[in-house]
C-alpha cells in the first residue's frame, strides 16, 4: 500500500491555486474521487495572488504534497516556477497541473486531453469537419492543439483581438485562418467553439445570434463555459448539438488526478460531483 493510501499516515495535501480560487469546482471534484480510491490525501482551495505565487509553487515541494491544479491568471507564470514542463504544456503555453515528483515538479497541461475527450465523445467524426473557433486566449490554445490532435485539418479563429489571434497561429506554429468575422466560414464549419469569456452571463453571445443560421443542420455547437449559455439555448432553438465545457473540466481533472495519484480516476464519482457543484446559471 502507497504512503498515500495508508489510513495511518498523515493524508497527503493538493489543491487549486488560482486569484480567485472561491468559485473553483476542482476541490467539489477531487476530494470525492480521492475518496472513493481510498487515498488518505485533502484537496484544498490555495488562493493565491500573483505576490505569493513563487512561494506557494516552492512549498508544492514538500514531503507531504501531491502537486497541484492552477487556474487563471497563474497558468503561464508557473511554467518559469516548475523544474520541467511538458512537450504539451510547452505547445500550450500553459501549465494547469504540477506534480511533485520527490521535491521535483512537473509542469503539465491537462485542458488539450480535457478537452479532446470530450469533444470526441460526442462527435467522433471530428476529423472530417472543419472548425471555427471563436477566441484567442488560454483556453482557445488548448482548443486548437486538441482539434489538430483529433485530425481536424481546417481551422478558422475569429478574435476581437486579432492580432491576439495571430500570436497564437505564429506560437502553435499550425496552419490555421485568421478572420475577423466568422461570416465566411461558418457555412462549412462542423463545429463552431466558443473559447471567449462570454456565456456565464444572461445575454451574453459571443457572436450575433443570426450568423447561427449560416450553420448546416448537421453542426455540433460547442461552448467552454461549463453550464448552459445563451449561445447553446439558440443552438438547440435551431436544432443544433450543443456540448458545454463541463465534460472538458470533468476530463482536465481526472487526467491531472492519474498524474497526482498514478491511479485510474474515478470518472463517474467526477462526473457526478462535477454535476452537483456547478453554478447555477445567472
Ligand atoms: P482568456 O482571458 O485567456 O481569454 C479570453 C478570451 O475571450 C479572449 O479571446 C478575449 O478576446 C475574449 N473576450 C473577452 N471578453 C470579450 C468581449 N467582451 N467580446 C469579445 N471577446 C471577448 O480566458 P481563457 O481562455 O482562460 O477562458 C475563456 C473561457 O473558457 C472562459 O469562459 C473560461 O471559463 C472557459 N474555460 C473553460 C474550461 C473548461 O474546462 N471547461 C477550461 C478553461 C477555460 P481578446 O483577446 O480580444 O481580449
Same mark, same amino acid.
Given at each position: 500500500?502507497?504512503?498515500a493510501?495508508?489510513?495511518? /499516515?498523515?493524508?497527503k ?6 486569484? #480567485? ?7 467539489a471534484?477531487q476530494? #470525492?474521487?480521492?475518496?472513493? +480510491? ?5 484537496y ?18 514538500g514531503n507531504?504534497m ?7 491568471p ?12 511538458s512537450?504539451l ?9 504540477i ?11 491537462? !485542458? ?17 469537419? %472543419?472548425? *471555427? ?5 488560454? /483556453?482557445?490554445?488548448? *482548443?486548437?492543439?486538441?482539434l489538430?490532435e ?9 478574435? $476581437?483581438? +486579432? ?5 497564437l497561429?505564429?506560437d502553435?506554429?499550425v ?15 462542423g463545429?463552431?467553439?466558443?473559447a ?11 457572436l450575433?445570434?443570426?450568423l +447561427?443560421d449560416?450553420?448546416?443542420? !448537421?453542426?455540433?455547437? *460547442? ?7 445563451d +449561445?447553446?439555448?439558440a /443552438? $438547440? !432553438?435551431r436544432g443544433?448539438?450543443?456540448? !458545454? ?9 481526472a487526467?491531472?488526478f ?5 491511479? #485510474? /480516476?474515478?470518472?463517474? *464519482?467526477m462526473?457526478?460531483? %462535477? ?8
Amino acid at each position: 500500500m502507497s504512503e498515500a493510501s495508508s489510513g495511518s /499516515a498523515a493524508p497527503k495535501r493538493l489543491g487549486v491555486i488560482g486569484d #480567485p480560487v472561491a468559485h473553483s469546482i476542482s476541490p467539489a471534484m477531487q476530494q #470525492p474521487a480521492l475518496d472513493a +480510491l481510498g487515498i488518505n490525501a485533502r484537496y484544498e482551495r490555495w488562493h493565491t495572488t500573483a505576490g505569493e505565487l513563487p512561494a506557494r509553487i516552492a512549498s508544492l515541494r514538500g514531503n507531504d504534497m501531491l502537486g497541484a491544479n492552477v487556474t487563471v491568471p497563474h497558468k503561464q507564470w508557473v511554467m518559469s516556477l516548475v523544474d520541467e514542463v511538458s512537450p504539451l504544456a510547452q505547445s500550450a503555453g500553459a501549465v494547469n497541473t504540477i506534480v511533485n515528483q520527490g521535491g521535483r515538479l512537473l509542469g503539465d497541461n491537462t !485542458d488539450v486531453y480535457g478537452f479532446s475527450t470530450s469533444l470526441l465523445e460526442i462527435c467522433p467524426d471530428a476529423a472530417s469537419r %472543419a472548425a *471555427v473557433l471563436l477566441g484567442a486566449g488560454g /483556453a482557445a490554445r488548448a *482548443v486548437v492543439l486538441a482539434l489538430r490532435e483529433a485530425g481536424v485539418r481546417e481551422i478558422t479563429i475569429v478574435n $476581437r483581438n +486579432l492580432a491576439r489571434a495571430e500570436m497564437l497561429r505564429d506560437d502553435l506554429g499550425v496552419d490555421l485562418v485568421v478572420a475577423d468575422s466568422p461570416d465566411a466560414a461558418l457555412p462549412a464549419a462542423g463545429i463552431l467553439i466558443n473559447a471567449t469569456s462570454l456565456g456565464w452571463h444572461a445575454g451574453e453571445m459571443p457572436l450575433a445570434v443570426s450568423l +447561427l443560421d449560416l450553420l448546416g443542420s !448537421d453542426a455540433l455547437v *460547442v461552448d467552454l463555459t461549463y453550464r448552459d449559455t445563451d +449561445l447553446l439555448d439558440a /443552438a $438547440r !432553438d435551431r436544432g443544433l448539438a450543443t456540448l !458545454d465545457g463541463l465534460g472538458m473540466l470533468v476530463h482536465q481533472g481526472a487526467r491531472a488526478f492519474e498524474r497526482f495519484t498514478g491511479q #485510474p /480516476a474515478p470518472l463517474d *464519482v467526477m462526473w457526478s460531483a %462535477a454535476l452537483a457543484a456547478r453554478a447555477p446559471r445567472s
